[in-house]
């Protein structure tokens, strides 16, 4: 199957090419030329690993071996086989999706990610080494050196801003083992790190640094390997409701996705091309409310400040992988994409036309949730419904009320649940109780002991672990720092 970019119909390349390049060249997203069918009925009674390799086969057919590097990606890494259980929580649905080896929903695309891409190299021939450049404010550096490390043939650098992520985020990323990882700190904010490794990508001369045998790829979610590997949860989630009988094949279902650079809930409207019945997507944000005054009245303005929450993985202003959306939903229309882009990047803003809006509309339906709602949310839910949940589900959560509030809509609703409340225990803890301590791993097991809600393994042990990457550098050393770590 042939991918394209989203702002021209160039070039014109294979999934296993459009998984290696992960932007195309004119700066748009891969998209595939046509939705790839799928047999509904068969997928659904599938376990998760073979729903995943139905579905990932069908968006990236030229990916060979599919349920060999499914096993790989996922056999024994999760909490449980299930990979994404769901949990009734009062009225809602949660679909957790933080089991992963990180506790984090990104685990879920990166710990597939690696294996689609080293597949794709050996397909394609390549012999040069990849090198996987990342900046984070958190959660994304820590799944992508997980799923990244002692991968043959890859290399991983991750910047995160020095002082700018969490405790328990650090501790994280700074102990990650492996022959071919690399974390540095960088001085200054999370801006200062993503603009010093776009300026990595620049420095390139034909996807290479100058004097460096590497090929530079990125693990960010615009690389649609990312984005497949996370169609399947929404598939799973309804085949758990169909199992409980709490509905019929065919009976729609409602999701609400705690929503940054929209990932996510573009699985979800993907999901829904493929054939599954999903009624409507609800795109949840915290004060960063871009998305939700986009989907409100067509205009995407990102000309505001940019707020720092409790849901810090949400604090976005340009969420990419809207670009893929409004491709899809201009049923193809590249020039209108390439405009509003363009329209994005020298103005700020731009304004859809009013049908494609009113398209939007029809399928999703947008609010958004501030730091003390998101506590007051985390408090309800516990104490209503006994599910803890983190800052970024509790958006979800407080958004999807909201929606039932003002629509009058009672089909059944899945909450997506990003990550676990231990990754975020001062915000959660504050929520329920006064924190005995300012430090993060203390405030872990007070909450535990208050909820009786075990801390995830992977995250319980993190004190007692060395730390290995302890590197503090400057923005303008990021070059040099990679050149050095081979
Ligand atoms: C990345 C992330 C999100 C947002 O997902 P997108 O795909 O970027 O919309 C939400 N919650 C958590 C915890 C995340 O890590």
């Known amino acids: 199957?042939?991918?394209?970019?989203?702002?021209?119909l160039e070039p014109r390349v294979d999934s296993a090419q459009a998984v290696l390049e992960g932007l195309a060249p004119d700066g748009g997203l891969f998209v595939p030329e046509e939705i790839p069918?799928?047999?509904?009925?068969?997928?659904?009674?599938?376990?998760?690993?073979?729903?995943?390799?139905?579905?990932?086969?069908?968006m990236l057919p030229e990916i060979l071996d599919m349920p060999t590097l499914v096993e790989k990606a996922?056999?024994?890494k999760f909490q449980t086989e299930e990979?994404?259980?769901?949990?009734k929580a009062g009225d809602?649905?949660?679909?957790?999706?933080?089991?992963g080896p990180t506790s984090a929903f990104k685990d879920v695309a990166l710990c597939m990610l690696p294996q689609l891409l080293t597949k794709a190299r050996e397909q394609?021939?390549?012999?040069?080494e990849v090198l996987i450049l990342t900046a984070t404010s958190g959660d994304t550096g820590k799944a992508a050196l997980a799923g990244f490390a002692d991968v043959p043939g890859v290399g991983i650098c991750v910047f995160y801003p020095d002082g700018g992520v969490s405790a328990v985020q650090r501790a994280q990323m700074v102990t990650q083992e492996g022959s071919n990882v690399a974390v540095c700190a960088v001085r200054g904010n999370f801006d200062d790190a993503q603009t010093g490794v776009k300026n990595l990508f620049a420095a390139a001369e034909n996807g290479k640094l100058p004097g460096d045998s590497r090929s530079l790829s990125t693990a960010n979610s615009i690389n649609i390997g990312r984005l497949a590997p996370q169609i399947t949860y929404y598939f799973k989630a309804y085949s758990d409701l169909l199992r409980r009988g709490e509905i019929q094949m065919g009976d729609k279902v409602n999701f609400s996705v705690p929503t940054g650079n929209f990932g996510d809930i573009l699985a979800g409207y993907l999901a829904k091309r493929l054939g599954l019945p999903v009624g409507m997507l609800i795109c949840a944000s915290n004060?960063?409310?871009?998305?939700?005054?986009?989907?409100?009245?067509?205009?995407?303005?990102?000309?505001?400040?940019?707020?720092?929450?409790?849901?810090?993985?949400?604090?976005?202003?340009?969420?990419?992988?809207?670009?893929?959306?409004?491709?899809?939903m201009s049923d193809g229309d590249t020039a209108l994409v390439a405009e509003l882009m363009k329209k994005l990047s020298t103005e700020g803003s731009y304004q859809v036309p009013a049908q494609l809006h009113q398209k939007i509309q029809n399928e999703f339906w947008a609010g958004y949730c501030d730091d003390e709602k998101a506590s007051a949310t985390i408090r309800s839910a516990w104490e209503k419904t006994g599910y803890l949940c983190d800052p970024h589900t509790?958006?979800?959560?407080?958004?999807?009320?909201?929606?039932r509030a003002e629509t009058g809509d009672m089909a059944p609703m899945v909450v997506l649940s990003t990550a676990s409340p231990y990754k975020f225990p001062g915000a959660v803890l504050k929520a329920l109780a006064e924190p005995e301590s300012a430090d993060e791993f203390l405030q872990m097991e007070q909450l535990s002991k208050l909820t009786g809600v075990p801390v995830p393994e992977n995250l319980s042990g993190l004190q007692e672990k060395t730390e290995r990457h302890t590197d503090v550098i400057e923005k303008t050393q990021m070059l040099s720092y990679v050149k050095e770590k081979k």
């Open 1 to 8: 199957m042939l991918y394209h970019s989203t702002r021209s």
């Open 287 to 328: 004060a960063n409310n871009v998305l939700t005054d986009f989907i409100r009245t067509g205009t995407y303005d990102r000309r505001r400040p940019l707020h720092k929450t409790i849901s810090p993985s949400m604090d976005i202003l340009v969420s990419s992988n809207l670009e893929r959306l409004l491709y899809f």
């Open 92 to 99: 809602f649905t949660v679909l957790e999706l933080f089991r």
């Open 37 to 58: 069918y799928i047999n509904i009925n068969t997928c659904l009674r599938e376990s998760t690993m073979g729903m995943a390799n139905r579905i990932i086969s069908a």
């Open 83 to 87: 990979l994404t259980p769901t949990v």
């Open 394 to 403: 509790a958006a979800g959560w407080a958004v999807a009320e909201q929606y």
């Open 124 to 128: 394609k021939g390549m012999t040069d």
């Open 74 to 76: 996922y056999r024994g």
